[in-house]
């Protein structure tokens, strides 16, 4: 078979290892493998895809970013957007997709099964929501990048006596913000899923100053809602129509609100696309390793419309209609860690 293979939406570490493993196995298993660039936006243009072998994946273990490259683009916008989609995959004679992405990358995979065409799904985003699998490619490096920015932030936080607000991703939950911050020992963490008031966070923060704490970290998701603190107005939006987080500029507004009104000196830092960026975790490649392994294996036997994904360390089959559902919230067990070890003082 001729196997294209491609990844969207948002980069994360780990799609190179998930490339390199889908082009090992598919060409063990004597199937060709076709590179799509740019993501969905490469089967709309004229850019001919390019033949991976194994020397052009041996390499790229270990890199971040895609040798492929991404985007965010929906191809399902318009008639003349999914014809041109359905054209290229006849005209490269493509007897199979792999689409390494989230929520967004797979409806569109999802789509596509629907319109007849063979395809395989692998969870890749680093915000970790979607459902049928614990855990997505690049979640564990942008965790490590939260707990070790905090590790660093820690220092400087005492040596001025200050209050600092870390914003992480998360674009609907707050994976991210809660192992990051637990990982790293915040002092407070915020996230959509639990419900908090400005109020509270003032008490909290006077709280941990009363008793000598001569550092407060704090991180909060930049999707989250903190009860009677508003944030900016987000302006622009992406091809899928989300709401582009950075412009509400959580992490801003809470750092000035908790300098108001506590007396306290505060900062801020974003981390922003460091989450994204570098070299995966070792973590991370296996994962990857995993999934590609997996998919592979999944177009070798003729399925469609189904993803690979990881449940207590098991590689298990779930369909795209069922990850896509909805989007994954933090489990309760790892609330109530927040609650006991990051919450705010009642």
């Given at each position: 078979?001729?196997?294209?293979?491609?990844?969207?939406?948002?980069?994360?570490?780990?799609?190179?290892?998930?490339?390199?493993?889908?082009?090992?196995?598919?060409?063990a298993?004597?199937?060709?493998v076709?590179g799509?660039?740019?993501?969905?936006?490469?089967?709309?243009?004229e850019?001919?895809?390019r033949?991976?072998?194994?020397?052009?994946?041996?390499r790229?273990?270990?890199?971040?970013?895609?040798?492929?490259g991404t985007?965010?683009?929906?191809?399902?916008k318009?008639?003349?957007?999914?014809r041109?989609v359905?054209?290229s995959?006849?005209?490269?004679?493509?007897?199979?997709?792999v689409?390494?992405g989230?929520?967004?990358t797979?409806?569109?995979?999802?789509?596509?099964?629907?319109q007849?065409?063979?395809?395989?799904g692998?969870?890749?985003t680093?915000?970790?929501?979607?459902?049928?699998?614990?855990?997505?490619?690049?979640?564990?490096?942008?965790?490590?990048?939260?707990?070790d920015?905090?590790d660093?932030?820690?220092?400087?936080?005492?040596?001025?006596?200050?209050?600092?607000?870390v914003?992480?991703?998360?674009r609907?939950?707050?994976?991210?913000?809660?192992?990051?911050?637990?990982?790293?020992g915040?002092d407070?963490?915020?996230v959509?899923?639990i419900?908090?008031?400005?109020?509270?966070?003032v008490?909290?923060?006077?709280?941990?100053?009363?008793?000598?704490d001569?550092?407060?970290?704090?991180?909060v998701s930049?999707a989250?809602?903190?009860?009677?603190l508003?944030?900016?107005?987000?302006?622009?939006?992406?091809?899928?129509?989300?709401?582009?987080?950075?412009?509400?500029?959580?992490?801003?507004?809470?750092?000035?609100h908790?300098e108001q009104?506590?007396?306290?000196?505060?900062?801020?830092?974003?981390?922003g696309h460091l989450?994204?960026g570098?070299?995966?975790?070792?973590?991370?490649?296996?994962?990857?390793?995993?999934?590609?392994?997996?998919?592979a294996?999944?177009?070798?036997?003729?399925?469609?419309?189904?993803l690979?994904?990881?449940?207590?360390?098991r590689i298990?089959?779930?369909?795209?209609?069922?990850?896509?559902?909805?989007?994954r919230?933090?489990?309760d067990?790892?609330i109530?860690l927040v609650?006991?070890?990051?919450?705010?003082v009642?």
């Amino acid at each position: 078979m001729r196997i294209g293979v491609l990844t969207g939406g948002g980069d994360a570490p780990g799609l190179n290892a998930a490339i390199r493993a889908v082009v090992l196995r598919a060409t063990a298993l004597g199937h060709e493998v076709l590179g799509i660039t740019d993501g969905w936006a490469g089967l709309l243009g004229e850019a001919e895809p390019r033949a991976l072998g194994v020397r052009d994946a041996n390499r790229i273990l270990s890199e971040g970013g895609t040798i492929l490259g991404t985007s965010r683009t929906d191809p399902r916008k318009d008639d003349a957007s999914r014809r041109a989609v359905l054209e290229s995959i006849r005209r490269w004679r493509i007897d199979a997709l792999v689409a390494i992405g989230g929520n967004d990358t797979l409806g569109v995979a999802q789509w596509l099964h629907e319109q007849r065409i063979r395809v395989i799904g692998v969870p890749k985003t680093v915000d970790n929501d979607l459902s049928e699998t614990d855990y997505c490619i690049g979640f564990d490096t942008a965790v490590t990048v939260v707990a070790d920015a905090l590790d660093r932030l820690r220092t400087t936080a005492s040596a001025h006596h200050r209050v600092v607000v870390v914003e992480a991703m998360g674009r609907d939950t707050g994976w991210v913000a809660a192992y990051g911050g637990l990982a790293g020992g915040a002092d407070l963490i915020i996230v959509p899923e639990i419900q908090i008031t400005s109020e509270q966070v003032v008490r909290t923060m006077k709280r941990h100053r009363a008793i000598g704490d001569p550092d407060i970290l704090v991180v909060v998701s930049e999707a989250a809602v903190i009860d009677g603190l508003e944030a900016e107005t987000a302006v622009d939006r992406d091809a899928f129509g989300h709401v582009r987080l950075d412009q509400r500029a959580i992490g801003a507004v809470l750092a000035r609100h908790i300098e108001q009104r506590t007396g306290i000196e505060a900062r801020q830092v974003v981390l922003g696309h460091l989450q994204r960026g570098g070299s995966p975790t070792a973590v991370d490649r296996l994962r990857a390793t995993r999934f590609g392994n997996a998919a592979a294996d999944l177009v070798d036997a003729g399925r469609s419309g189904v993803l690979p994904v990881l449940r207590g360390g098991r590689i298990e089959v779930a369909t795209m209609t069922e990850a896509v559902r909805e989007v994954r919230r933090l489990s309760d067990d790892i609330i109530e860690l927040v609650r006991r070890f990051a919450g705010v003082v009642d």
